[in-house]
């Protein structure tokens, strides 16, 4: 299973950037999934996670901001991010627990994608 993050890039304070994360393999369903950020010299840490049934939860200081949603038909994960601040520069990486197999074998474990590098600066 590999997990291919998209659309970081540099956009100045108060703009917008929509993150992808596209899942492929031998997957047989995805149960949770998530963002999270890692900025210079700063630990890992939670963005956004969304549950196979679409319940979402958020970092106190993403609320309101960011939206983190899932198409299930295309293992893809997204994170829609607006009103930018220069604090969220980071790297963001996306998290899926996969399950793989098939009916009768299949397991389930954590995968994380490589990461997209977020600038916001003016």
């Known amino acids: 299973v590999q997990l291919q993050a998209s659309g970081g890039g540099l956009v100045q304070p108060g703009g917008s950037l929509r993150l992808s994360c596209a899942a492929s393999?031998?997957?047989?369903?995805?149960?949770?999934m998530g963002w999270y950020r890692q900025a210079p010299g700063k630990q890992r840490e939670l963005v956004a996670t969304?549950?196979?049934?679409?319940?979402?939860n958020y970092a106190d200081s993403m609320k309101g901001r960011f939206t983190i949603s899932r198409d299930n038909a295309k293992n893809t994960l997204y994170l829609q991010m607006n009103s930018l601040k220069p604090e969220d520069t980071a790297v963001y990486y996306c998290?899926?627990?996969?399950?793989?197999?098939?009916?009768?074998?299949?397991?389930?474990?954590?995968?994380w994608g490589k990461g997209t590098q977020v600038t916001v600066s003016s």
């Open positions: 969304i549950t196979s049934g679409g319940s979402t």
């Open positions: 998290q899926m627990f996969v399950v793989v197999g098939d009916d009768r074998n299949n397991y389930g474990m954590d995968y």
């Open positions: 393999g031998n997957i047989f369903s995805i149960r949770a």
